[in-house]
T-cell receptor
Framework: AQTVTQSQPEMSVQEAETVTLSCTYD???????LFWYKQPPSRQMILVIR??????QNATENRFSVNFQKAAKSFSLKISDSQLGDAAMYFC??????????????FGKGTHLIIQP | NAGVMQNPRHLVRRRGQEARLRCSPM?????VYWYRQLPEEGLKFMVY????????ESGMPKERFSAEFPKEGPSILRIQQVVRGDSAAYFC?????????????FGPGTRLTVT
């Protein structure tokens, strides 16, 4: 079974600084999808960024970028120019290729990101 | 285009009662996923449904839990004879197709409290 591990229960960063959230995963698949979701206090899950395993280029969305290391099964999220609105729980998630069941997302336990003004 | 809607947002049940959670997917979406989030935990996949079909229920507890997605109307997650351990936030997500290339759009969740 796939597992997703986020080893940092909590991270703190000064406003305008850069922070990196770690995520590792375990899978025997060669093709899969990885995601970072943000959950603010409203509890709404918001997709931040996604990465297809077959793509070597790291995904980027404005201030958010990932460092995808397929061999190491690592998928970290970098937030540049941190803003107060970035404060939230961040969840790393994995999804296997379709077919054969188990089509849901597998989530890590999350990292609570605190932004210091 | 309204997002995924869940109701109720908060539900309180006494032990032994039944809980019914509803999820209306985004317009044009025919695939629904249910997840459970226990306190201080990430979301755990429960079940994946298409209209009138359960595709994957590998994360669903074998007893007391059931889900449906009828041809008309919302998807329903039903928990019979609730126990304290069922207290959690239940999230529904929808997508336009089953391929993992499609984004899953999440609803705001239903917080179930069992007293």
């Amino acid at each position: 079974a796939q597992t997703v591990t986020q080893s940092q229960p909590e991270m703190s960063v000064q406003e305008a600084e850069t922070v990196t959230l770690s995520c590792t995963y375990d899978t025997s698949e060669s093709d899969y999808y990885l995601f970072w979701y943000k959950q603010p206090p409203s509890r709404q899950m918001i997709l931040v960024i996604r990465q297809e395993a077959y793509k070597q280029q790291n995904a980027t969305e404005n201030r958010f970028s990932v460092n995808f290391q397929k061999a190491a099964k690592s998928f970290s999220l970098k937030i540049s120019d941190s803003q107060l609105g970035d404060a939230a729980m961040y969840f790393c998630a994995y999804r296997r290729p379709s077919g054969g069941g188990a089509d849901g997302l597998t989530f890590g336990k999350g990292t609570h990101l605190i932004i210091q003004p | 285009n309204a997002g995924v809607m869940q109701n109720p947002r908060h539900l309180v049940r006494r032990r032994g009662q039944e809980a019914r959670l509803r999820c209306s997917p985004m317009k044009g979406h025919s695939h629904v996923y249910w997840y459970r989030q226990l306190p201080e935990e990430g979301l755990k996949f429960m079940v994946y449904l298409q209209k009138e079909n359960i595709i994957d229920e590998s994360g669903m507890p074998k007893e007391r839990f059931s889900a449906e997605f009828p041809k008309e109307g919302p998807s329903i997650l039903r928990i019979q004879q609730v126990v304290r351990g069922d207290s959690a936030a239940y999230f529904c997500a929808s997508s336009p197709g089953g391929s993992p290339s499609y984004e899953q759009y999440f609803g705001p969740g239903t917080r179930l409290t069992v007293t």
